[in-house]
């Protein structure tokens, strides 16, 4: 490697370690690791104990997967399609309270259903 591809690897690295290559709601590790939370009760095409949990996937998508894409000049945004698309903010905090008033209810004694 010469000295060019050297220092363009350094600026490279040094963006990447400002999280600049991911939405801000990825940025920020609890940020991230609630949308994580979310993205691990929206769909599950398996049974539970054939699935990553979401702290597996975490590692992988923001350690690797978005780390590698950044590194080759990609990023991850927003699409710019006219459409009615859901507020992925707005759709994590409501995962984020029906987890916490799950936990909730079961300090309580109240075992509500997984389904519910």
């Known amino acids: 490697m010469d000295r060019k591809e050297t220092e363009n690897d350094e600026r490279v690295k040094a ?42 996937g975490m590692i992988y998508v923001l350690d690797y997967f978005l780390w590698c894409m950044g590194q080759h000049g990609y990023t991850l945004q927003r699409n710019r399609t006219d459409l009615p698309f859901r507020d992925i903010e707005e759709s994590v905090e409501g995962a984020r309270m029906e987890r916490t008033n799950r936990s909730g209810a079961m300090l309580a004694g109240e075992f509500p259903s997984v389904d519910s």
């Open 15 to 56: 963006w990447l370690s400002t999280g600049k290559n991911l939405p801000h709601f990825l940025r920020d590790f609890h940020d991230a690791k609630d949308f994580f939370k979310f993205l691990d009760s929206y769909k599950k095409p398996k049974p539970p104990h054939e699935m990553p949990g979401f702290s597996d």
